[in-house]
């Protein structure tokens, strides 16, 4: 993501002619998940060499401690696309937690969001598998969930009624998803798609809607 103007990877790599390891870490969550008994991933081929550096210069005493496994896919759209909508449908999984929801509630966003992901990514040229596969609803379900997830923490606090602003503050670190939502969102329309609940975490993300215009696009009517 550059701006707000949705760049993949693979794209930025073939443009960027020396890597800075530590900044490309910063940016990334590897240390918390590998406080897990293990982390799957998914990795395109191009990308996995870069990461195995990053994890030898960084994380090399976490990897001799934990298992770590990949799955390499030849869909490098699929990864990519996956990779950032799935902090979107993340952002809304963190709403319902702010406003108060239930599981049941939730499982019924991930449901609806994931059908809203594959016809995106489908629209991009991504394969279905990558769509149901790790880089998509793997990732999902992993930040979506996850307590120390950073879209998911975002979407909490507009859930719970903060602006965007003080949302950010309150959660203090990058949540990819801030951009991803506005990128996601032009994809949308430029392909005249029909995603009503990723389209209202947009409008509850940039326009500042509240937080039950995504219950309304997930069907459920005022009391």
Known sequence: MKGNKFTRIERQIKNTNNFDIDKIYADLTLAEYFESNGYFEIFSHHMLDLFIDITKHVCKSKLTKKPLCFELSKDRRGAEYGGAI?????????????????????????????????????SQGCTQYSVYGLCGLGDAILTGMSAISRNRRLGEKLGQGLDLEEAKKQVGTIAEGLNSVQSVHDIINKNNLNCPVINAIWEIVVQGKKANALLSALGFKDE
């Open 86 to 122: 799935k902090n979107v449908v993340a952002i809304g999984c963190g709403i319902l937690d702010g406003i108060g929801e239930g599981a049941n509630t939730k499982a019924a966003l991930l449901t609806e969001a994931m059908q809203e992901m594959s016809i995106i990514m489908l």
